[in-house]
Nanobody, 124 residues
Framework: QAQLVESGGGLVQAGGSLRLSCAASGRTFSNYVMGWFRQAPGKEREFVAAISWSASNTNYAESVKGRFTISRDYAKNTMYLQMNSLKPEDTAVYYC?????????????????WGQGTQVTVSS
């Protein structure tokens, strides 16, 4: 059974960094766009970043541009999200996802597989 498993979340002070990982097992998602979403308490799940199947194209939400970097390692079947200059408003559960369609139009309705989520908490 295909699975996406996130890791790397935790508690960090504002201005700090974390690196999230998303490991795929059971199948390869190499032909899919891979993305990160996040959901804060009381808010809807929102797009954070995405990377094309070839890794040649990336897309970021305006709120994280210049601070977060998405990447993928085909040999390890793993995707990463490097998060720098973290802010308290980045606090959320972060989910990785395999997505149909374009890297420039990543929406929850096109997700074919979700990870279980990892908590990121940024203290002020």
């Amino acid at each position: 059974q295909a699975q996406l498993v996130e890791s790397g979340g935790g508690l960090v002070q504002a201005g700090g960094s974390l690196r999230l990982s998303c490991a795929a097992s059971g199948r390869t998602f190499s032909n899919y766009v891979m993305g990160w979403f996040r959901q804060a308490p009381g808010k809807e799940r929102e797009f954070v970043a995405a990377i094309s199947w070839s890794a040649s194209n990336t897309n970021y939400a305006e709120s994280v541009k210049g601070r977060f970097t998405i990447s993928r390692d085909y040999a390890k079947n793993t995707m990463y999200l490097q998060m720098n200059s973290l802010k308290p408003e980045d606090t959320a559960v972060y989910y990785c996802a395999a997505v149909r369609g374009s890297v420039y139009q990543v929406v929850p309705g096109e997700v074919v597989s979700w990870g279980q989520g990892t908590q990121v908490t940024v203290s002020s």
